[in-house]
């Protein structure tokens, strides 16, 4: 399956006209890994501006491509961080080769915040839908749970805060579906960063 994953990753990367760059590979390697191996936890860090947001959206879209029925909850620090998230799985949706038969004809849940690909029917929840960390999510199910900067300085700069997002983040075993997986993306801002105490 990972061979799958790098084929995606590389056309997406020729039709924008690039290369993949090597820890890129290394990043998407992981992020299967995570998909596929139990407990189907992860954390991935990486120095700024490696792309690392960019690859997990390209993996986001090449799972709905091989598995279409799968649910994903995209959560970030704040709503429209997360909304930028939904909008680069939904432009890579919209111009991958591999994607076509994706894009519904008409559009209802093709917004912001939330896509629905075509899909088999019966399936409640949106293909994609994201929310800021302290936003509604209750009742939502997903299969794919990608925390990405989740704490930021205005979410982690007190312990009261920081207890706060861990409460939170232990919300979240239940929403995801019994084989479901989440990963976190992000970089420690503090000592006492959630990224290493959150399964406490």
Request: hydrophobic share 40%; with cysteine; charged share 25%.
């Amino acid at each position: 399956m990972l061979d799958d994953f790098y084929k995606f990753l590389d056309m997406w990367n020729s039709v924008l006209g690039f290369h993949t760059p090597a820890h890129h590979y290394k990043i998407m390697e992981f992020l299967v890994s995570v998909w596929q191996t139990h407990p189907k936890r992860g954390l991935l860090t990486a120095f700024r501006h490696s792309g690392k947001s960019t690859v997990v959206g390209i993996f986001a879209a090449c799972v709905l491509h091989l598995c279409p029925e799968t649910r994903i909850l995209i959560l970030s620090a704040e709503s429209g961080l997360a909304a930028r998230m939904v909008s680069h799985i939904r432009h890579i949706l919209e111009n991958h080769p591999d994607c076509i038969d994706l894009v519904p004809k008409t559009k209802k849940e093709w917004a912001h915040d939330r896509i629905t690909v075509n899909r088999p029917i019966g399936i409640r929840e949106p293909s994609v839908i994201c929310q800021g960390i302290h936003g509604n999510i209750t009742g939502l199910r997903a299969d794919l749970i990608i925390c990405d900067d989740i704490e930021v300085p205005n979410t982690s700069n007190t312990a009261q805060k920081r207890e706060t997002l861990r409460e939170r983040l232990r919300e979240l075993d239940f929403i995801l579906s019994p084989d479901g997986a989440m990963i976190y993306i992000g970089t420690p801002h503090t000592m006492d960063t959630i990224y290493r105490t959150h399964d406490d």
